[in-house]
């Protein structure tokens, strides 16, 4: 199974995958961890990227799209991915069927999580102080919210239409998003 975990910045999309991959051996395909490793690992990709997760915009669609098909590449055979915070826009959702398609897979759900504005604000704004990731300051916050509203969220249409869109609950607890995203995977097998 191919399973989009889909969401604004923040809704839980990492917790959930990173779950998902202990519990069931998905594979996680984190565009966001792809790039922050490739800046920590000081590649000239991490260079050129930083300035621009660091303002909040997106990084552009071929940069992540490779990344993807090289991921894919490594995973030749894997029984399943969880795709993390790609497609972010309306060229990846496509490089991303077609880059399937070649490979005879396709994505058979997208779970979206739902999380408010304020209850965003407050997660970051913790992880913020716990952790200091450069993006998660309430300014940056504001421009990747934003840049979700303006180039994912209008996504979500496109993947009703196709009857691919499960609607979770991201506002409670991460155990309870949990037994939720269980059931909608539990629907799908059966
Ligand atoms: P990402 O790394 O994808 O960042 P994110 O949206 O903040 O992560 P996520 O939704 O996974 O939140 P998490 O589980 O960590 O992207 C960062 C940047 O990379 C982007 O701004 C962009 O520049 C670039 N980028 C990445 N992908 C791209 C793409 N495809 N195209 C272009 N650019 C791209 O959860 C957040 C916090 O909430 C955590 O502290 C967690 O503990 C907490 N939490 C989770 N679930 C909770 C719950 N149920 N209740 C309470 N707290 C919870």
């Known amino acids: 199974m191919n399973i989009i975990l889909f969401g604004p910045p923040a809704a839980g999309k990492g917790t959930q995958a990173k779950r998902l991959v202990t519990e069931f ?34 990084v552009s669609d071929e940069i992540v799209i490779e990344l993807i098909e090289e991921q894919l590449d490594t995973h030749k055979g894997a029984p399943g991915f969880i795709f993390d915070g790609f497609p972010r826009t309306v060229p990846q959702a496509e490089a991303l069927d077609a880059t399937l398609k070649s490979r005879g897979m396709e994505v058979d759900a997208v ?13 970051v704004t913790k992880r913020f102080e716990e952790q200091g990731r450069d993006d998660d300051n309430p300014e940056t916050f504001k421009k990747r919210l934003d840049a979700y509203n303006a180039q994912t969220a ?15 609950d991201g506002m409670r607890s991460i155990e309870e998003v949990s037994a939720e995203i269980d059931s909608v995977l539990a629907k799908l097998e059966g």
């Open 25 to 58: 051996g998905f594979i996680q395909l984190s565009t966001g961890d792809m790039l922050r490793a490739a800046r920590s690992a000081g590649t000239e990709l991490g260079q050129r990227v930083a300035n621009i997760m660091d303002s909040g915009q997106l």
């Open 111 to 123: 779970i979206r999580l739902q999380v408010d504005e304020d209850s965003l604000l407050d997660r």
């Open 154 to 168: 209008p996504l979500l249409p496109i993947y009703a239409e196709r009857q691919k869109l499960a609607q979770v």
